[in-house]
């Protein structure tokens, strides 16, 4: 790694620590109160449904432990191509995929979408977007737990991350617009842009392409969404696995008659798809041929599935020199994306769609929005801002002289690090409802 990319945007005290600056990112984010926080976030459904279901918290420790095996597979067996790119850092990846979901707010994607409707009401442009919480919690938000600046004073703002971490964190290199082909993601809020342009002032690639540890990050979070999740429903007998290993005309039928309507990527070469899917079958999945029991011999046969997908897609990534006709320093191979997105399109067809999903979320959104107007109303009147917990009344202090946008700002970052049992109890308090 080079000396820019392992500087800091505030310039720190120097100690004894013998770790080196991405190994401090790492524990950094493992130690953060916002990383602790994703024990009651959910990854796709709670868990109070008699079953053991990945939440954000553990998603993001196996993220992170695969993101660390693939960039250690990549450095070893491609050490040279590593080498000329800047090189490749396990901890640096680790750390990156510890940290991704940070700004996830309670409740999951429909709540993410209802807070970014909310935020754009409110009078705020840049909405609201997971990805770009996550950076804004890095670099302002998450407490530095003790991390001093070069004269030894603790108001260091965030966990104050290396630039080569930031970079790894940016799935979505840009700002809110900053992409005409990506207009739904975004990396970073406008707000928080003088720390962004920091982060990727020495990427020598084009400004919307990845760092190799972003790359290597966002392929581990594809491939845990993809495996643990997916078995995750089979054992709770949401997901008909082994119809759809059997080839059931009619369950094969409406899946990918829904997996097209809701994946341009799948849609654009059904054929290719179904070959990727009937692959899996044919290996991967081949011991999936009933519905799931909890014996020794089926968990044996989730084992070895998880296995050898995982190995199968580990295996799909290499890196390369950039061109000028492909900049880009990760390649995945084809076939290995379609058979993620199919194996993601299942969890969505089985579980996301269901009607009492559906309709548990409406019920989350309400208190989402809630809240959010709750909290809106307060941050307007000064003498109604002690609704607020301390950190963001301090915010709101920082901020008095500011427009409505910036303390729209404010109640956006207090709603989406709530915890799910927290916002719940909120909504409680502010409703009457015991």
Not at 407 to 423: F, I, N, Q
């Amino acid at each position: 790694m080079t000396s820019e990319s392992e500087s800091r945007f505030f310039k720190e005290k120097k100690n004894s620590d013998p770790r080196t600056p991405a190994q401090t990112d790492r524990d950094r984010i493992l130690y953060s109160t916002a990383f602790a926080r994703l024990a009651e976030v959910t990854q796709v459904v709670p868990s109070d449904r008699g079953h053991i279901f990945h939440n954000r918290l553990t998603h993001s420790l196996k993220v992170a432990q695969l993101a660390r095996r693939l960039a250690e597979k990549l450095k070893q067996e491609q050490g040279s191509i590593a080498d000329s790119i800047g090189g490749v850092c396990p901890d640096t990846a680790e750390a990156a995929a510890l940290g991704h979901d940070l700004g996830h707010p309670p409740f999951g994607h429909a709540a993410e979408t209802e807070l970014d409707r909310l935020a754009r009401l409110a009078g705020c442009e840049d909405g609201f977007e997971g990805n770009a919480q996550s950076f804004r919690i890095a670099t302002r938000l998450a407490t530095g737990d003790g991390v001093a600046d070069a004269e030894g004073n603790d108001a260091i703002e965030g966990l104050n991350l290396t630039r080569a971490t930031l970079n790894g964190l940016l799935k979505y290199p840009w700002r809110h617009g900053g992409n005409p082909g990506n207009r739904k993601k975004w990396g970073a809020y406008e707000e928080d842009s003088e720390v962004f342009e920091w982060a990727r002032e020495h990427q020598l690639r084009p400004s919307r392409i990845k760092s190799a540890e972003a790359e290597i990050m966002d392929w581990a979070d594809d491939i845990t969404f993809a495996v643990h999740d997916l078995f995750d429903f089979y054992r709770a007998g949401l997901v008909p696995l082994d119809r759809l290993v059997l080839q059931k005309p009619s369950e094969m039928d409406d899946f990918f008659r829904s997996a097209f309507e809701r994946s341009p990527k799948l849609a654009g070469d059904p054929r290719r798809a179904e070959a990727g899917f009937d692959g899996l079958c044919g290996h991967d999945l081949l011991a999936i041929v009933e519905p799931y029991q909890d014996t020794f011999a089926r968990k044996t046969d989730i084992w070895r599935a998880t296995t050898r997908l995982i190995t199968r897609f580990v295996n799909s990534i290499e890196l390369r020199t950039p061109d000028e006709g492909d900049p880009r320093t990760v390649r995945i191979e084809p076939e290995a994306q379609f058979q993620v997105e199919v194996l993601k399109q299942i969890t969505w067809r089985y579980v996301i769609l269901r009607h009492d999903v559906n309709n548990e979320q409406a019920g989350q959104v309400r208190m989402i929005r809630a809240l959010f107007w709750h909290f809106h109303k307060a941050s307007r009147s000064k003498d109604r801002w002690r609704f607020f917990p301390a950190s963001f009344r301090e915010d709101l202090l920082q901020r008095a002289d500011g427009t409505d946008a910036d303390r729209v700002r404010v109640v956006v970052d207090c709603v989406a690090g709530m915890t799910e049992v927290e916002l719940a109890r909120q909504y409680r308090l502010v409703s009457g409802i015991h």
